[in-house]
């Protein structure tokens, strides 16, 4: 069985596409990291007054905190006086209108990434708004989203123009003091999107912005805050790949979802950033806080993450089910390979009555991969009749690797019905052999098992995505073999 | 008729232990031969030599198939030059749907061969017609590979999938464990109707019964790792009757496949 394990670590061996780096000047920031630097962030992007206090606020919160211990990772010290808190192209000075102005070399990038930015998204009806290091570069179909009433641009733009709205919602579901990375965020983000959908609108298209850390040495640290008023619709897509690399480089982003009455907001994420290379050298910690708030009464968030990139995942998107008759919703691949490390899951806070929430988290390791599911689902003694289904599937692959569960449940109300199951396989060496003995090769047969194995999760991406997203675990997997 | 299949010799071990020990045998097309025998003899590693599955070391001998050393392909090679194991435990693969495994494994074949892939119509059509062959419904084709799957189900799966990959080579490994009767006749049926003048068939059982419904050109007896005996039909009648001891106390040796069963006492 020897010949089976090496062949299949060959396959994990897959190299990282998406390495590359773009030649762009960028103006950086200095490392460090102080009042000095919160001030000097906040003055390029010329914030009101409130927003600088409400980062120093959270700084002076953060230098109280400590760095967390307890999920189930090995993380080397984090230097944060060796990080530069600031990075945007040197192009950004005329600031792009449109798609036409944007640096060709950025365009090239992502083309090389795939990112379906002017003709394809037109195609699929995306919206995309990129976000490369720290500022956004370009915005599509914005007359369309306006002419529905959707705003949809960057998070500094939002800042801008709409300063009465992030002031109202930001920080209301991720506070300040949440978590040590969380309060990190708030002192130093950069940029993100800022969606707001108005009352009874269903927004026309899904709203789709992909991630790209560039500059060396560049913590980026995002800020995503999606609004969606009384009886609206948004479906986001969040998606990202970054340049080889051998420092590790840390993103710590926050985002914030409120549904208020009827509302239903789809988050749908594709990770891909770079994960190390296969001695474990390398890689982006991916330390994110997302939450969702289900304000009003039976509204609906769903959570749909496909992680298969970074160094070290610590993730956790939540739903605080507040509303009565509100659902929660968490579907969840991860994959680590190679030295990858994930701690990943979700937490479920029934607060409201008839509450209802649902996880399938499916875990795949191989490599020396380690992949950790830890997840919450507290019934609050206010939440009547509240139900809870987990489930959480972890599959081996190769016999270095390991999977972990860490469920905690918490229930204060009689009434509730919280159910939990969990499997571990591996992927079998049976599997494998029957696949073969009926002509399939290797390669086609693991990624063929690993997709079925995640298929609950894939089908609840919109299509385009989950086409990316088999192709990824695929590309993740497959390997040197033929 | 020409030999399909020539094993000279062949001598495997599994985990280091030696199972096979110079096993010789002549299969021709269009023949369906029986494989007997106690438990543990060796039944079950031969499909899986032949296969080419992990953890199966050939240490000696020749496997002739149409002419090709079959020993040096890979198993998915072995399978696209038309080696069919129908398994003992048929494999489930969840999440994975039947009818989309069953084209993925007759493209590659078809590719393999150099012939065109069948789009999802062309396959539809293949697929309708060969269930009409076995009598079978279609609820087996939009579920998951053999999940959740009745013993019944997934070894009439396995003849289902035979149907549609038409192997040169079809080795049936113990098919009929775990069938009541009535699964047992479908199966069999299936089975027979699936026999051509072109396709070789190694039917492996530990019993009689299933022979009453496919009827063998030969029944070989398979005893630690030797073929010890080989006749017609009948030869398994009186396995049934005598059981398996009497090959112990008799050593039997019958290699005329042609001629009635002799027992040779030394």
């Given at each position: 069985?020897?010949?089976?394990?090496?062949?299949?670590?060959?396959?994990?061996?897959?190299?990282y596409?998406h390495?590359?780096?773009?030649?762009?000047?960028?103006d950086?920031?200095?490392?460090?990291?102080?009042t000095?630097?919160?001030?000097?962030?906040s003055?390029?992007?010329?914030?009101?007054?409130w927003?600088?206090?409400?980062?120093?606020?959270?700084f002076?919160?953060?230098?109280?905190?400590?760095?967390?211990?307890?999920a189930?990772?090995k993380?080397?010290?984090i230097d944060?006086q060796?990080?530069?808190?600031?990075?945007e192209?040197?192009s950004d000075?005329?600031?792009?209108?449109?798609?036409?102005?944007?640096?060709?070399?950025?365009?090239?990038?992502?083309?090389?990434?795939g990112?379906?930015?002017h003709?394809r998204?037109?195609l699929a009806?995306?919206?995309v708004?990129?976000v490369?290091?720290?500022?956004?570069?370009?915005t599509?179909f914005?007359?369309?989203l306006?002419?529905?009433?959707?705003i949809?641009?960057?998070?500094?733009e939002?800042?801008?123009?709409h300063?009465?709205?992030?002031?109202k919602?930001?920080?209301?579901v991720?506070?300040?003091?949440?978590?040590f990375?969380?309060?990190?965020?708030c002192a130093?983000?950069?940029?993100g999107?800022?969606?707001?959908?108005?009352?009874?609108?269903?927004?026309?298209?899904?709203?789709?912005?992909y991630?790209?850390?560039?500059?060396a040495?560049?913590?980026q640290?995002?800020?995503t805050l999606?609004?969606?008023?009384?009886?609206s619709h948004?479906?986001?897509?969040?998606?990202?790949?970054?340049?080889?690399?051998?420092?590790?480089?840390?993103?710590?982003?926050?985002?914030?979802?409120?549904a208020?009455e009827?509302?239903?907001?789809?988050?749908?994420?594709?990770?891909?950033w770079?994960p190390?290379d296969?001695?474990g050298?390398?890689?982006?910690?991916?330390?994110?806080?997302?939450?969702?708030?289900?304000r009003?009464?039976?509204?609906?968030?769903?959570?749909?993450?496909?992680?298969?990139?970074?160094?070290?995942?610590?993730k956790y998107?939540?739903?605080?089910?507040r509303?009565d008759?509100?659902?929660?919703?968490f579907?969840s691949?991860?994959?680590?390979n190679?030295?990858?490390q994930?701690?990943?899951?979700?937490?479920?806070?029934h607060?409201?009555?008839n509450t209802r929430?649902k996880?399938?988290?499916?875990?795949?390791?191989?490599?020396?991969?380690?992949?950790?599911?830890?997840g919450?689902?507290?019934?609050?003694?206010?939440?009547?009749?509240?139900r809870?289904?987990?489930?959480?599937?972890?599959?081996l692959?190769?016999?270095?690797c390991?999977a972990?569960?860490?469920?905690?449940?918490e229930?204060?109300?009689?009434t509730?019905k919280?159910?939990?199951?969990?499997t571990t396989?591996?992927i079998?060496?049976?599997?494998?052999?029957y696949?073969?003995q009926r002509?399939?090769?290797?390669?086609?047969?693991v990624?063929?098992i690993?997709d079925?194995f995640?298929?609950?999760v894939?089908?609840e991406l919109p299509?385009e995505?989950?086409?990316?997203?088999?192709?990824?675990?695929e590309?993740?997997l497959?390997?040197a073999?033929? | 008729?020409?030999?399909?299949?020539?094993?000279?010799?062949?001598?495997a071990?599994?985990?280091?232990?030696?199972?096979?020990k110079g096993l010789?045998?002549e299969?021709?097309a269009g023949e369906?031969?029986?494989?007997?025998?106690?438990?543990?003899?060796?039944?079950?590693?031969?499909?899986?030599?032949?296969?080419?599955?992990?953890?199966?070391?050939?240490?000696?001998?020749?496997?002739?198939?149409?002419g090709?050393n079959?020993?040096?392909?890979?198993?998915?090679?072995r399978?696209c030059?038309?080696?069919f194991l129908?398994f003992?435990?048929?494999?489930?693969?969840p999440g994975?749907?039947?009818t989309?495994?069953?084209?993925?494994?007759?493209?590659?074949q078809?590719?393999?061969?150099?012939?065109?892939?069948?789009?999802?119509?062309?396959?539809?059509r293949?697929v309708r017609?060969?269930?009409e062959?076995?009598?079978?419904?279609?609820?087996?084709l939009?579920?998951?590979?053999n999940e959740?799957?009745?013993?019944?189900?997934?070894?009439?799966?396995?003849?289902?999938?035979?149907?549609?990959?038409?192997?040169?080579?079809?080795?049936l490994d113990e098919?009929?464990?775990?069938?009541?009767?009535d699964?047992l006749?479908?199966?069999?049926e299936?089975?027979n109707?699936l026999?051509?003048k072109?396709?070789?068939?190694?039917?492996?059982t530990?019993y009689?019964?299933?022979?009453?419904?496919i009827?063998?050109d030969k029944?070989?007896?398979?005893a630690?790792?030797?073929?010890?005996?080989t006749?017609?039909?009948?030869?398994?009648?009186?396995?049934?009757e005598?059981?398996y001891a009497w090959?112990?106390?008799?050593?039997?040796?019958?290699l005329?496949?042609q001629s009635e069963?002799?027992t040779a006492r030394p």
């Open positions: 069985m020897s010949g089976e394990t090496s062949t299949i670590d060959k396959m994990v061996e897959q190299k596409r390495g590359f780096v773009t030649d762009i000047d960028s950086t920031i200095p490392p460090g990291l102080s000095d630097v919160i001030k000097a962030i003055l390029r992007k010329n914030e009101p007054e927003l600088l206090e409400w980062r120093l606020n959270a002076k919160h953060w230098l109280e905190m400590e760095q967390p211990d307890w189930h990772l993380i080397d010290p944060f060796a990080i530069s808190y600031f990075s192209p040197r000075k005329d600031r792009p209108k449109s798609l036409d102005e944007v640096d060709p070399k950025l365009l090239e990038t992502y083309d090389k990434l990112v379906p930015l003709e998204a037109r009806g995306v919206a708004d990129a490369f290091d720290s500022v956004s570069v370009g599509t914005k007359a369309e306006k002419k529905a009433g959707v949809f641009c960057s998070f500094s939002a800042v801008q123009d300063p009465e709205l992030v002031q919602y930001l920080g209301t991720v506070p300040q003091r949440d978590n990375f969380a309060a990190l965020n130093v983000f950069t940029d999107s800022f969606v707001f959908i108005p009352k009874g609108v269903r927004c026309p298209m899904e709203l789709s912005t991630f790209r850390i560039n500059a040495e560049t913590g640290f995002e800020r999606i609004v969606a008023e009384e009886g948004v479906s986001y897509l969040e998606g990202c790949t970054a340049p080889m690399r051998d420092e590790n480089q840390l993103h710590a982003a926050v985002v914030e979802l409120v208020l009827d509302a239903n907001i789809k988050y749908s994420t594709v990770q891909n770079y190390g296969e001695n050298l390398g890689g982006i910690y991916n330390f994110v806080t997302k939450r969702g708030d289900c009003g009464a039976r509204s609906r968030i769903s959570w749909t993450q496909v992680e298969t990139g970074s160094a070290i995942t610590w998107p939540s739903c605080i089910l509303g008759d509100s659902v929660g919703e579907y691949v991860a994959l680590t190679n030295y990858q994930a701690d990943t899951g979700t937490k479920m806070i607060i409201g009555r929430s996880i399938i988290s499916k875990g795949i390791s191989a490599g020396h991969g380690q992949n950790a599911y830890r919450l689902v507290r019934i609050t003694p206010r939440a009547q009749n509240a809870n289904y987990t489930q959480c599937d972890s599959m692959i190769g016999k270095q390991g972990h569960t860490f469920p905690y449940i229930v204060r109300n009689p509730a919280v159910e939990h199951e969990a396989s591996r079998g060496e049976d599997q494998l052999f696949c073969l002509g399939i090769s290797e390669e086609d047969a990624s063929m690993v079925g995640c298929k609950q894939f089908k299509m995505f989950a086409v990316e997203a088999k192709a990824l675990l590309v993740s497959e390997g073999v033929g | 008729m020409s030999i399909m299949l020539k094993i000279t010799n062949l001598h071990t599994v985990a280091g232990k030696e199972i096979l010789n045998l299969l021709r369906i031969h029986a494989i007997m025998g106690p438990n543990g003899a060796g039944k079950s590693t031969l499909g899986n030599v032949l296969a080419g599955r992990e953890g199966y070391e050939v240490t000696q001998g020749e496997v002739i198939f149409n090709k079959l020993l040096e392909l890979e198993p998915e090679e399978a030059e038309g080696v129908a003992q435990y048929p494999v489930e693969i994975v749907n039947n989309y495994f069953l084209r993925a494994a007759l493209n590659a078809r590719k393999y061969r150099g012939e065109d892939m069948l789009d999802s119509v062309g396959f539809l293949l017609e060969k269930l062959i076995l009598h079978i419904g279609d609820e087996l939009h579920r998951a590979v959740g799957f009745s013993g019944g189900e997934k070894k009439r799966n396995e003849i289902f999938q035979m149907a549609v990959l038409e192997p040169t080579l079809a080795i098919t009929d464990s775990g069938l009541d009767i699964a006749k479908t199966v069999a299936g089975v109707r026999r051509s072109d396709r070789g068939m190694i039917v492996v530990h009689q019964r299933l022979l009453d419904y009827v063998p029944v070989h007896v398979l630690d790792g030797k073929l010890v005996a006749g017609g039909a009948e030869l398994a009648l009186k396995l049934e005598q059981g090959l112990e106390d008799g050593g039997i040796a019958t005329d496949a069963v002799q």
